[in-house]
C-alpha cells in the first residue's frame, strides 16, 4: 500500500476500489436519529449526507445501525438519498436487533437497493427502549453473519416452495469486519485477534478497529495479520473528541470505546483553553489518520458530531503533515491503560512495536500455563468425561451411539429419563438452559446461554472492559474459556473450527441424543 494520499474522490471509484488502490482514502460515519427529520430542516441528514459525498477529500460514508443500543433510523434510509452514490456508502448490519430471518430480509434488500458495501458486527447490548430495556436478540452473531452474506454471495441454496433445493440469485457484498485491540489483559485481547481470523476466514474482506487512543494497539492489529500471513486492508478507526464525549467513553458506557484516564486529564487541560480544546482535539484526529498512513493502513474513517467541512478541515490536516511526521505522533499517541498488556515487544526508539518479536512473556506462557480458578475441579471432570463418552469414534462414543439410536426408534419413557438426568446433572454443573444444540464442548465447558450476556459461540464480542461482561455483571465469558484452554496449551487453536449457528427446533430436547445422532451442529458435514 502507498504512503500517498488518494486522488480527488469522483463517483466512477466505488468502495471496494478505494480500499484495493495505491492512495489512502478518507471515510466518514454518519449516524441517522430516533425520529424522522422534516425534509426541509436546514442541516438535515440527508443534506449532510451530501454535502459530504460531495467533498472531494471523503472518499465514502459509512451509516451506523442504532449504535450504543438505542432505536434509530435504519441505515438504508438515509441511503436510499444517496442512492446515485451507493457505491461510496457502507451500511453497518447488527445482529442485536433481529433474528436471522430478519436479518436475512434486511441483507436482501440491501442487495435489491445496490447497496453492496456492509460492515458486519454483533452489535451492542441494548440500552434502552419505548416502555423499558429491549430483550437483546443475538440470534447470530459477527461470525455467523458473516457466514450467511458469504453463503448469499456464492448462491445460497435453501428448500423452494415445491420441497426441492433451489438456489438463489448471487449478491455481490463487500463484506468488512470488527476488531477490539484495546483489551487490558491478554486473556481478552487473544481472543480478539483469533476471531478476527476466524471472520477473515468465513469471508471478510477488510477490517476496521474499534475505537482507541494508543497507536501502537492500532498497530499491533496489523503485525498479528501480517505475522498470519494474511493481507486484508485495514482502516484506522477516528473519532473527534470533545470534552463531554471523552468523558462518556472514559465511563465505560459505550461498549468498545476506550478513552484513559490520562487522556481525559489532557482532555480537560485543553478543553479549559480559549478555543476549548478544538485545535487539540483536531490535531488529535489528524495526526491519527497520519500514523494510520505511515503504517500502511488502507484508509482512514472519521467519527464525530460534527459539520461536514470540520471533517474536511481534519483532512486537510492530515494531509499537511511532513511525510515522517507521523513517526513523532505514534510515540505522542499512547494512551495505555494501566498494566495493559501488548502482544508485540515496543521498540522505545521509534515508539512502533517490533514486527518480528512478539511478547517474550506471553511465548514464555505458552510453555508454562499458569495457574488460573477457572481450571476447576468441575473442569477438569468435565474434560475427562468429554474424552471417554464424547470424542467421536472413541471411547464410549460408538456404543452411547447405539444406545440413543435404539432409544431414538421408540420415543418413550427411557428417552425422557435420559434426557430429564441429563439436563437436571448439566443444570448443577452448567447452569444448563437446554437448549437441545450444546457448546459446551466448544466453549470450555462453559454455558454461552447461562454465562454470556449475547450467548456468543463463536468468539468474543468487543465490549469487555477491564476483563468484565460490557453490562459489568460478570467475568467475560470468552476470557474465561481463554483461560481455561491456555492452561491445557490449546487457546492458539480455541477458533480452529466450524462455525457453531444454534438451531432452535433442537430446543428443550436431549443434546446427548441430538450429538449422538448427529442432529446439532457437531454431526459431520456432508
Not at 214 to 226: N, P, Q, S, Y
Not at 305 to 320: H, N
Request: glycine share 10%.
Amino acid at each position: 500500500m502507498s504512503d500517498t494520499d488518494a486522488p480527488a474522490t469522483n463517483d466512477s471509484v466505488n468502495f471496494a476500489q478505494m480500499l484495493a488502490g495505491e492512495g489512502f482514502y478518507y471515510g466518514v460515519e454518519v449516524v441517522t436519529t430516533r425520529g424522522f427529520e422534516p425534509p426541509d430542516k436546514p442541516g438535515n441528514l440527508a443534506a449532510f449526507a451530501q454535502d459530504l459525498l460531495g467533498d472531494a477529500r471523503v472518499g465514502w460514508i459509512s451509516i451506523t445501525d442504532n449504535p450504543g443500543g438505542g432505536p434509530m433510523l435504519p441505515p438504508d434510509w438515509l441511503g436510499g438519498l444517496v442512492a446515485d452514490r451507493r457505491q461510496r456508502v457502507v451500511l453497518h448490519l447488527t445482529c442485536k436487533d433481529m433474528n436471522r430471518n430478519g436479518i436475512e430480509a434486511a441483507a436482501w434488500r440491501y442487495a435489491a437497493e445496490g447497496f453492496n458495501n456492509l460492515l458486519a458486527i454483533t452489535g451492542d447490548y441494548p440500552t434502552g427502549g419505548f416502555g423499558g430495556l429491549a430483550e437483546p436478540v443475538f440470534d447470530l452473531d459477527s461470525v455467523s453473519l458473516i457466514t450467511l452474506l458469504k453463503s448469499m454471495n456464492d448462491g445460497l441454496t435453501v428448500l423452494g416452495r415445491t420441497g426441492k433445493p433451489e438456489t438463489l440469485p448471487q449478491t455481490h457484498f463487500f463484506i468488512g469486519c470488527a476488531v477490539s485491540p484495546f483489551k487490558r489483559h491478554e486473556r481478552e485481547l487473544l481472543p480478539q485477534f483469533f476471531k478476527l481470523i476466524r471472520k477473515i476466514g468465513c469471508g471478510a474482506k477488510w477490517v476496521i478497529p474499534q475505537l482507541g487512543y494508543d497507536m501502537r494497539k492500532h498497530h499491533e492489529v496489523k503485525l498479528f495479520l501480517d505475522a498470519r500471513g494474511i493481507d486484508v486492508p485495514i482502516i484506522g478507526n477516528v473519532y473527534l473528541l470533545t470534552k463531554g464525549v471523552a468523558k462518556l467513553f472514559n465511563s465505560g458506557k459505550l461498549a468498545g470505546c476506550v478513552v484513559t484516564d490520562k487522556l481525559v486529564e489532557d482532555v480537560e487541560k485543553y478543553a479549559a483553553g480559549p478555543d476549548k480544546g478544538k485545535q487539540f482535539f483536531q490535531e488529535l484526529a489528524a495526526k491519527q489518520l497520519a500514523v494510520f498512513k505511515g503504517l500502511g493502513f488502507a484508509a482512514g474513517y472519521l467519527g464525530g458530531m460534527a459539520k461536514a467541512e470540520t471533517f474536511g478541515q481534519i483532512i486537510d490536516l492530515a494531509k499537511s503533515y511532513g511525510e515522517n511526521d507521523w513517526r513523532d505522533f505514534i510515540k505522542e499517541i499512547q494512551y495505555a491503560q494501566p498494566d495493559e498488556f501488548f502482544l508485540f515487544e515496543h521498540d522505545p526508539a521509534t515508539g512502533l512495536c517490533e514486527s518480528k518479536q512478539m511478547n517474550r512473556q506471553y511465548l514464555d506462557s505458552l510453555k508454562h500455563p499458569p495457574k488460573s480458578k477457572e481450571v476447576n475441579v468441575n473442569y477438569r471432570l468435565s474434560r475427562l468425561v468429554h474424552k471417554l463418552a464424547f470424542t467421536r469414534d472413541k471411547a464410549l462414543y460408538p456404543l452411547l451411539t447405539k444406545i440413543f439410536a435404539r432409544l431414538d426408534k421408540k420415543p418413550g419413557f427411557l428417552l425422557r429419563m435420559a434426557h430429564t438426568i441429563e439436563h437436571a446433572g448439566k443444570s448443577a454443573m452448567y447452569g444448563c438452559q437446554d437448549c437441545g444444540d450444546c457448546s459446551l464442548p466448544d466453549c470450555a465447558y462453559l454455558c454461552p446461554r447461562k454465562s454470556c450476556s449475547k450467548c456468543a459461540r463463536n468468539g468474543p464480542c468487543g465490549g469487555s472492559a477491564g476483563g468484565r461482561c460490557e453490562l459489568d455483571d460478570k467475568e467475560c465469558f470468552w476470557a474465561r474459556i481463554y483461560e481455561r484452554l491456555k492452561y491445557y496449551g490449546e487457546s492458539e487453536s480455541m477458533l480452529e473450527r466450524p462455525v457453531t449457528i444454534y438451531n432452535a427446533s433442537l430446543k428443550n430436547t436431549s443434546s446427548w441424543a441430538n450429538t449422538y445422532l448427529d442432529r446439532d451442529h457437531h454431526a459431520k458435514k456432508k
